[in-house]
């Protein structure tokens, strides 16, 4: 009895250590579990960056990770380093696929991708040009300024290759020379990893493989791995919308003529409060772009030329001058030198049309109205014709616009004789005979 004890005691410790074991070794490896893939095929924003962080964080820690499809011109350096960051310290596996053939990863996009745990990219896609660019009035630097920010960028972009052991030279080519290469160039030079037909593709390659997490080194296990296709929330897709410089621009454009009309019409209420909602939102849009301030003034400036246009007779000088300053101001809104945050001119030249159009037409209107005879009052009187009823001196009645009046004139008028209107004395019109004013004999009706 006590032999059958011992030997059920050692195959019980023996199964127990072989259990440990077992644990320990896989410990070291992320079993099948799910992998979120986002898409990103814009440019990189404070609301793409958002929305790259947000995704990390709930990607379930321990066999979980974050795919991210990615095709991008560039972007913002501070949301750039706002990814970039949030993937170096991720605690989970965070693989960036440029994706699909004819994608791109430029400028910030060459950052990111070299910031992943595993970097991939399709067949025909490419990646490069990363060398920084200016943001503000003009978008000029001195050359002092531009060798300290070429520098900076240089440092960031070789500390992230060291980081993940890719090419630094290359890293350094894409900074200072803007290099651009191929997915195949890529892996030769070991920019990155490998290239896949697809996200299943990708997947099998990267079966097996140990990245660096920020607590240690972890096996890949995507055998078994789940795919969700993880979309934008509303908030998410509201912020990216308002984060297109063509959106922000029509806003922009939306909001001034809404206050304008407003502004004219006192009243009307629903072009204000359009056009009041349109200029937040695009000012809120603008906080998160590269604005050039100096094309907001000439928007502006342009709005306040129509206005002076139904104030000074300027013979629509005025009115072409604010055209000119709108184009300009269209423009120069946004820097120009950043890829994919400039307004499209497919969305600027209709625009501009439009609200020129819109403009014109007001002061048109506007100057129309003021320049119309008064039909009413004291004004209203002069120069209206009519007949007189009775001889007219010093007193008379005449029929002019429909109502008898008591009338005088300077000179004797003969009873039936065509007149006009030329003064109001008191109660009285003073009128003078159409022949003096060498005009033909018109007829009137009479009473």
Not at 287 to 294: C, D, E, F, G, I
Not at 365 to 378: D, F, I, S
Not at 392 to 413: D, Q
Request: aromatic fraction near 6%; proline fraction near 4%.
């Amino acid at each position: 009895m006590n032999t059958v004890l011992k030997r059920s005691f050692i195959v019980l410790v023996f199964l127990t250590l072989c259990g440990i074991g077992y644990a320990a070794v896989q410990s070291n490896a992320a079993p099948g579990g799910v992998y979120d893939v986002i898409t990103i095929d814009a440019a990189i924003t404070p609301a793409v960056a958002r929305y790259i962080e947000v995704s990390i964080d709930e990607a379930p820690v321990g066999g979980g990770g974050v795919i991210i499809l990615l095709d991008t011109p560039g972007g913002l350096d501070t949301s750039m380093r706002s990814i970039v960051k949030k993937i170096l310290n991720a605690p989970v596996p965070v693989i960036v696929f440029v994706y699909p053939s004819g994608a791109r990863a430029a400028s910030a996009g060459v950052m990111i991708t070299m910031a992943a745990h595993i970097a991939a990219m399709a067949p025909g896609t490419n990646i490069g040009a990363a060398h920084p660019v200016a943001i503000g009035l003009g978008g000029k630097m001195d050359e002092t300024m531009a060798k300290k920010v070429e520098n900076d960028a240089v440092a960031y972009a070789v500390g992230i290759a060291e980081k993940r052991r890719r090419s630094v030279e290359w890293a350094e080519l894409a900074v200072r020379k803007s290099e651009s290469i191929t997915a195949e160039e890529a892996v030769k030079k070991k920019v990155i990893d490998l290239v896949a037909e697809n996200v299943e593709d990708l997947l099998s390659k990267i079966d097996g493989k140990t990245i660096m997490l920020s607590s240690g080194p972890l096996t890949l296990d995507t055998e078994k791995i789940r795919i969700n296709e993880k979309s934008m929330g509303l908030r998410e897709r509201i912020l990216t919308t308002l984060s297109n410089p063509n959106i922000a621009y029509l806003l922009l454009l939306i909001g001034l003529a809404g206050l304008y009309f407003e502004f004219s019409n006192p009243g009307a209420v629903l072009p204000g409060v359009v056009g009041g909602i349109s200029l937040i939102l695009a000012f809120f849009a603008m906080q998160t772009l590269p604005v050039n301030y100096a094309g907001v003034l000439l928007i502006l400036f342009a709005v306040i030329l129509f206005i002076l246009e139904i104030k000074v007779v300027s013979h629509g000088m005025l009115t072409v001058a604010g055209i000119v300053s709108l184009v300009l101001g269209s423009l120069l809104l946004f820097d120009a030198s950043i890829p994919g945050l400039r307004v499209s001119f497919s969305v600027m030249i209709p625009a501009v049309v439009v609200i020129s159009a819109f403009f014109v037409a007001v002061v048109s209107l506007a100057v129309k109205a003021q320049m119309r005879h008064a039909a009413t009052g004291e004004e209203g009187m002069i120069g209206q014709e009519g007949r007189a009823l009775t001889p007219v001196h010093e007193e008379g009645r005449v029929f002019v616009k429909g109502e008898y009046w008591n009338a005088v004139s300077t000179v004797p008028i003969e009873e039936g004789t065509s007149v006009r209107v030329i003064g109001i004395r008191g109660l009285k019109v003073e009128v003078e005979p159409l022949q003096q004013a060498g005009r033909g004999r018109l007829s009137s009706t009479s009473p």
